[in-house]
């Protein structure tokens, strides 16, 4: 497989041409890569849509960003396509959310994009995961066959707006590093975003705490960092383990547990849309909501602000039940 990749990013730099549908796309990659430099503009390259948003709202149009994961894709579950390779080989810096979130995909596309500037431990390799401290380390060593995708601590750290806006300040100090020019003008947004999440989380705090819910159930540990930012407790997962459906005796302790700890909310990920989670709210008083994690998973999360505003929104609608 690898071998395969490698042959295709080689060949794209050679004048070759292909009737094939993938290479197309790989080649005006390429070509939109080529202008993009000429133009000087630095390339970021991210893995997900929010780390994009959160380098968007720091750098505007001076620099050219984009995310290897398109709108409505699970960050957990991609493969290492040739076309991630392509973007990866002109990328001037490329910013990862860490803690295995990519482990599956992301680590193939560095070394197929044969580019040695965003290789791991290389300045322009960003983890920035390394900024925050990971709830829910796995102590014991975890056996992958067993579908644990979060060893190394809950990679889904970017929900805590606190904590995205440390990940702004280390994306700012990392561009300003790199492009020295406009250094003031990164730290100018940064602290603008900064101002405006930490406003933002003083209002939702009240409006969640006006809500008067205080515990949660959700489908996949998503939202660990969030309800511990805004104080609500998570009561239990749907899923079994991390990437693992649960089995119907789970589901029924579950339904159990919310029953007795009079739980009314449950929330899930768009991009967890299991019958599970309806058979959870047919057998209880529960609202169901689904709501993106990431920028762009939905129509309406166009940047980071909705991403948040659109959680704390559901969970004041599940006030609503009698
Ligand atoms: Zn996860």
């Not at 947004?189 to 989380?201: L, P």
């Amino acid at each position: 497989m690898i071998k395969t990749l490698c042959f295709l990013f080689v060949a794209s730099f050679a004048s070759y041409s292909s009737s094939s549908a993938n290479n197309q796309e790989d080649s005006q990659i390429l070509e939109k890569n080529t202008i993009s430099s000429s133009q000087k503009k630095l390339f970021v390259l991210t893995s997900t849509k929010t780390l994009q948003a959160l380098i968007q709202k720091i750098a505007g149009d001076l620099l050219k960003i984009e995310s290897l994961i398109k709108a409505k894709q699970d960050p957990h579950y991609l493969s290492a396509k040739p076309s991630y390779m392509l973007k990866a080989n002109k990328a001037d810096l490329l910013v990862l959310n860490g803690l295995d979130l990519e482990v599956g995909w992301l680590p193939n596309v560095i070394k197929g994009s044969r580019n040695p500037k965003i290789q791991k431990g290389k300045p322009a390799y960003l983890d920035v995961s390394d900024f925050i401290k990971p709830l829910s380390v796995v102590e014991t060593k975890v056996d992958r066959f067993f579908g644990d995708i979060h060893p190394l601590g809950n990679p889904h750290f970017l929900l805590d707006p606190i904590k995205a806006i440390k990940v702004s300040k280390a994306i700012a100090d990392k561009l300003s590093e790199m492009d020295s020019s406009n250094q003031s003008l990164y730290k100018k947004n940064q602290e603008e975003f900064e101002k405006n999440i930490f406003n933002k989380v003083k209002e939702w705090k009240q409006r969640i705490e006006q809500s008067k819910i205080k515990k949660i159930v959700s489908y996949h540990s998503s939202f660990e960092y969030f309800l511990e930012r805004f104080n609500l407790q998570l009561v239990g997962l749907i899923e079994e383990k991390p990437g693992i459906p649960p089995s119907s005796k789970h589901v029924l302790q579950l339904v159990k547990k919310m029953k007795e700890e009079q739980v009314v909310c449950v929330l899930y990920s768009s991009f967890y849309q299991t019958k599970w989670t309806k058979k959870v709210k047919d057998m209880t008083k529960a609202q169901v909501y689904s709501v993106a994690v990431e920028v762009g998973a939905l129509e309406t999360v166009k940047n980071y602000t909705m991403l948040i505003e659109e959680i704390v929104q559901a969970i004041e609608s599940c006030k609503q039940v009698k």
